[in-house]
């Protein structure tokens, strides 16, 4: 069946009508004293990674500008490039779920910055990830689905260098700055938060300036280097550790075991990624901060299907669904669960069928 | 005209908790916070249909399960968003280890 992604559009009117947008998600049973625990909020963390994060940041570009013109600059570039443009993006995230630091100024100053690297007006996000956790893969409703169907290859390898996210970023920039929302943001964002939308886009397009001038006037890519091109050379990581969230799984129900992937990786992947391989746990559990999703992934095992070993078998398991989606959208991988498992709740899609 | 309802005892919730109580065709939540004081609130959160039970307690605020916007419980002012609209809350008193809440 076709499907329109829009939020406008006549798919996301079947999604209201057909009971799809609800709160009626499946929780796994989780004891109230384990979850209490599971949900305290400390700051040592993510103060120790953002120290990291930024420390290294501040080591890659010093040691590239150092070098510069030689070609050892380039690993050096690529590894600042990781930090900025895949890094921040995880760091967003947790920030807007207000998750990462138990003091709130400290996840606000972090969501800030972050978003400025991933060119995400903070407040639109902020609701558009919101209605990413209420309508999770909801066609018509979830305004963050990275791989819509039929999939088309080319949009998904333009992507792996950010080009589209990052066109689409500067757009919504100018018209913000220019004092007005798009359709789709009218849809999901309060009005309220609009006038601070406009004067974020604005202070922001006063760097980008600054920035095009300062390359300019000392005839030098560095300024370029260090704020806006990382978003494009930097973000595969995010990008192929996000394909993984829900890439072939299943759209239009009301379970985030079917349509969310956990995906045991690395640990220089999970520093830059943040524990979000942990994906069913934080979509199912989301006050639960980064650094706790280990613990709820052991307590949730015996109710979700078995995780992916490896960021290699996670993609050996859905790139051949994705092939298959080119050509037949409303195909989806349907994991098994454990016997202990409570059963799937796929919604009423399932029960109309 | 408002009524006192014995609602829960106020051993039926631990500290910087919530509990779910409802009344008729209407749903609440009862906070304790850390200093032993006690809060009702509407049950579900003015953002989206989500309800506070699950909610994160710290000190004298609740914090929505899903989508993370803060209250204050005794005021039931909205701290953070997505959530715009404030909470409705009503008085609360304590006696003889009952919670009764005025509704």
């Known amino acids: ?353 | 005209m408002a009524d006192w309802v014995d609602a829960i005892a106020t051993t039926d919730v631990d500290a910087e908790d919530v509990i779910r109580f409802d009344h008729g065709s209407r749903t609440f939540v009862i906070v304790r916070d850390h200093e032993d004081n006690y809060y009702c609130t509407d049950g579900m959160c003015t953002h989206e249909d989500v309800h506070l039970e699950d909610g994160l307690v710290v000190e004298a605020t609740i914090e929505c399960p899903k989508h993370s916007s803060i209250f204050d419980c005794a005021s039931g002012e909205v701290e953070t968003p997505p959530a715009c609209e404030n909470l409705c809350t009503y008085p609360v008193k304590v006696e003889g280890g009952r919670v009764f809440v005025e509704i």
């Not at chain 1, 609701?127 to 309508?135: K, L, P, Q």
């Not at chain 1, 004092?179 to 202070?203: C, N, W």
């Not at chain 1, 006063?206 to 494009?232: E, K, M, N």
């Open chain 1, 1 to 353: 069946m076709a499907r329109d992604y829009s939020m406008t559009g006549p798919d996301a009117r079947r999604a209201v009508a057909s009971g799809l947008v609800t709160e009626k998600w499946y929780r796994t049973p989780i004891d109230r004293k384990v979850m209490k625990a599971l949900m305290k909020r400390s700051d040592q963390p993510a103060t120790r990674d953002t120290v990291l994060l930024f420390g290294l940041m501040a080591l890659f570009a010093g040691g590239a500008i150092a070098v510069m013109p030689s070609w050892w600059a380039l690993p050096l570039w690529l590894a600042y490039g990781v930090l900025y443009g895949s890094a921040m993006d995880s760091r967003w995230h947790e920030c807007g779920h207000g998750t990462a630091f138990k003091t709130r100024w400290k996840n606000s100053a972090l969501y800030q910055i972050a978003s400025f690297c991933m060119i995400r007006d903070p407040y639109c996000w902020k609701y558009s990830h919101a209605r990413h956790h209420s309508d999770t893969i909801i066609v018509g409703r979830d305004p963050e689905v990275a791989i819509m169907r039929p999939v088309m290859v080319l949009k998904m390898l333009a992507n792996l260098v950010g080009l589209l996210d990052f066109v689409d970023g500067i757009k919504r920039m100018g018209i913000h700055a220019s004092g007005r929302m798009l359709p789709d943001e009218q849809d999901y964002v309060a009005p309220v938060f609009h006038p601070k939308t406009v004067r974020t886009s604005r202070i922001w397009l006063g760097i980008y300036a600054v920035t095009v001038a300062a390359a300019l006037v000392f005839q030098s890519w560095v300024p370029l280097l260090l704020i806006g091109l990382p978003r494009l050379f930097g973000c595969w990581h995010m990008v192929l550790t996000g394909w993984l969230q829900h890439g072939g799984l299943a759209d239009n129900v009301l379970d985030h075991r079917l349509n969310c992937r956990t995906v045991y990786m690395n640990p220089v992947s999970r520093f830059i990624y943040w524990n979000m391989n942990y994906h069913v746990e934080h979509h199912m559990f989301p006050l639960v901060p980064f650094s706790k999703l280990p613990e709820l992934h052991r307590a949730c095992a015996w109710d979700f299907p078995a995780p992916n070993a490896s960021i290699r078998d996670g993609y050996a398991e859905m790139l051949p669904a994705l092939w298959r989606q080119r050509t037949d959208p409303d195909f989806h991988l349907r994991r098994p669960l454990p016997e202990t498992a409570n059963p799937y709740h796929d919604g009423p899609a399932a029960q109309a069928a």
